[in-house]
Structure formats: structure tokens, C-alpha cells
């Protein structure tokens, strides 16, 4: 087990650390979310007037109340984001970002005079306008206005209703009375290969606003709802770091986050899985695309780009970082 001095010695781009991810082995979504609110300090400011405000959200410096707005995504996006800070996830959602811009005065909160914001946890990610990342994104939404995209959405969409439909084929024909063992258990097993086929597939849409596709990976008995949060949420606005619940989710069976003092098997197997699952993984991906659809699709997927900038205003941290954290275009 590890103890929250030992997590607090290491150092992310987090100011603080949460609180749940200490001794917390597969923790269910809904504590990372309660971990983020915590972090974020929302509740504070929303208890102040809780039946006009019961949910807020925080763009930068600025609080908004987005309980009426239509989000063009669909109002997944709002409820799973209540009470935190979703500046990352606001900068990096929206290649058009002066339209989004746009939307925010309406929604506004003036917080009273008294009140005041406290430093955001995640402010060394900077998004200054002629910075890294933001130069980076506006001239890629100046080059994807040339690109259509719709080829590349029908065919993605052609493999999902390829692969749902051949697994519920293959399922049928499994318990059917027309095969018998060994036959039937070999159609089995087809079934669960097209069903995780269908599952990674899926992957694609859960970036997109709300389609029923999406919910096609509900047929593996997983939550497209909880990993829109775990995956989209978390592990694509807060890649690889301890905000990650991909990442610490695992914790203390397997710690791919490096923790001080812990020299264990648990550490050094996330390094085999990283050099051996990973690379083997990506092969496969560009030798056979057909057979891995959910690497190709209507969308450009950013990597993460760090930019070190020095920073002489704050002495806890000696250096600030320009985070592009991932870009989804529909």
C-alpha cells in the first residue's frame, strides 16, 4: 500500500493531489468525479446560492452556469463535467474555439465581491493565444476546413454496423440447433473476437456527440457513460499524469505513475506491458487497418505536446507547461 506521503513526493503538473487515489484499487468512475470536484472547489462557491446554482463549471477564471445550455454534444458532456474545472477539456473540444468563446458571456456567473476563485490545480497547463498549443490548433482548423470528412465517417460507420451485425449473426448461430460441439463453441468464440472488434470500434463515437452507436459498447456490460468519463474525460484531457484515472486506476496492483521508494514487480510491469503490448498494438494497427477500425475514423487525435515555459511568478513550480491535450473533430 502507499501512503499520500509518498504520492505527494512525487511531482506532477497537479497542484494538489486526490485524495481517493491513495489505497483505492479499482475505484468505481464516480469517485474520480467526486476526486475532481474536490480539487476543483466548486462546491464552495455553488452552496453560496445552491438552489439558483446547483451545478457549476469553471472556463479559466471565469464560473458559468450551463444547466440550460443545449450543448450541441448532448448533456452528457454537462452532467459529467458538473462542479469542476473543465478549462483543458473546453480547449481542446473545440477547434473552433472563438465560437465557443463566443457562447460563454451568456452564461456567466458574477460571484460576489467577498468571494474569490482559488488558484485553478491545473494552472501550469497554459493556453496563452500565441502560445504552442493554440497556434498549433488554429492552423489545424485552418487546414481540416479543406478536408471532408464524411468519407471517412460513412466508412467507420460502415465497419461498427458490419461488426454488430455479424456478432449478433454469430451468437444466434452459436445456441442455434443447427450446430453442435465443436462447431457451436467455434462460433462462440467468433462472437466474442467480433464483440470486442465491436467494442474498440465503438471508441470512435463516444468522441462524437451523442449516436447510437456509441452504445454499442454497452452490449460488453461496460458503461459507455462511465468510459466517456474515464477515457474521454480523464485520460484524454489529463493523459499519462495523476489525474488520470486510466492511469492510477490500477493502484497499488500496478503503479505506472512512479511513486518514491517503491522498487516492486508492481512497478516495473506497467514497463514490460508499455514495450511489449503497446508496440505489438501499433504494428498491427498500421499493417492491418481493416482489422483494427478503431484507430482510423472522422476525427484527428492529437498527442500530447509539452512546451516548458519559464515562470518567475510562482516558486512552487519553477517552470509552467503548454499542454495540447487532444483534439476531436466531427
Known amino acids: 500500500m502507499i501512503s499520500s506521503e509518498e504520492i505527494a513526493s512525487t511531482k506532477f503538473f497537479s497542484r494538489a493531489y486526490p485524495k481517493e487515489r491513495v489505497n483505492k484499487a479499482l475505484p468505481d468512475i464516480a469517485l474520480w468525479i467526486q476526486s475532481k470536484q474536490n480539487l476543483d472547489q466548486l462546491h464552495a462557491i455553488s452552496k453560496l446560492d445552491h438552489k439558483k446554482y446547483p451545478n457549476l463549471w469553471r472556463v479559466h ?3 458559468y452556469d450551463f444547466t ?6 448532448g448533456y452528457d458532456f454537462l452532467e459529467m463535467t458538473a462542479n469542476t474545472d473543465v478549462t483543458e477539456l473546453f480547449e481542446s473540444s473545440h477547434p473552433n474555439i472563438e465560437k465557443a468563446r463566443a457562447l460563454l458571456s451568456k452564461y456567466r456567473i458574477d460571484l460576489p465581491k467577498e468571494v474569490s476563485l482559488p488558484p485553478r490545480n491545473t494552472d501550469r497547463l497554459l493556453f496563452e493565444p500565441d502560445g504552442f498549443y493554440c497556434t498549433l490548433r488554429s492552423r489545424i482548423f485552418e487546414v481540416l476546413k479543406t478536408i471532408k470528412t464524411v468519407p471517412y465517417l460513412q466508412s467507420t460507420s460502415f465497419v461498427l454496423d458490419s461488426l454488430l451485425i455479424g456478432y449478433f449473426v454469430v451468437q444466434i448461430l452459436s445456441i442455434s440447433p443447427f450446430f453442435s460441439p465443436p462447431v457451436s463453441y467455434a462460433l462462440a468464440l ?3 473476437f467480433l464483440l470486442a472488434c465491436l467494442a474498440n470500434c465503438s471508441h470512435n463515437f ?6 447510437w452507436r456509441m452504445y454499442s459498447f454497452d452490449l ?9 468519463i474515464s477515457h474521454g474525460y480523464s485520460h484524454h484531457t489529463y493523459p499519462n499524469s495523476v489525474l488520470d484515472y486510466e492511469v492510477w486506476a490500477f493502484e497499488p496492483l500496478l503503479y505506472f505513475l512512479p511513486i518514491t521508494g517503491k522498487k516492486n514487480v508492481n512497478s516495473f510491469l506497467p514497463l514490460f506491458f508499455i514495450l511489449t503490448v503497446f508496440p505489438v498494438g501499433m504494428f498491427l494497427a498500421v499493417s492491418f487497418p481493416s482489422s483494427f477500425p478503431c484507430f482510423f475514423s472522422s476525427r484527428i487525435d492529437m498527442s500530447v505536446l509539452i512546451v516548458a515555459e519559464e515562470n518567475t511568478h510562482d516558486t512552487h513550480f519553477p517552470t509552467k507547461i503548454s499542454l495540447g491535450t487532444y483534439f476531436t473533430f466531427d
Open 68 to 73: 440550460n445550455f443545449q450543448h450541441p454534444g
Open 220 to 228: 460488453t456490460c461496460y458503461s459507455s457513460y462511465e468510459w466517456r
Open 61 to 63: 477564471d471565469g464560473i
Open 206 to 211: 463516444w468522441h462524437l456527440k451523442n449516436n
Open 190 to 192: 467468433l462472437s466474442g
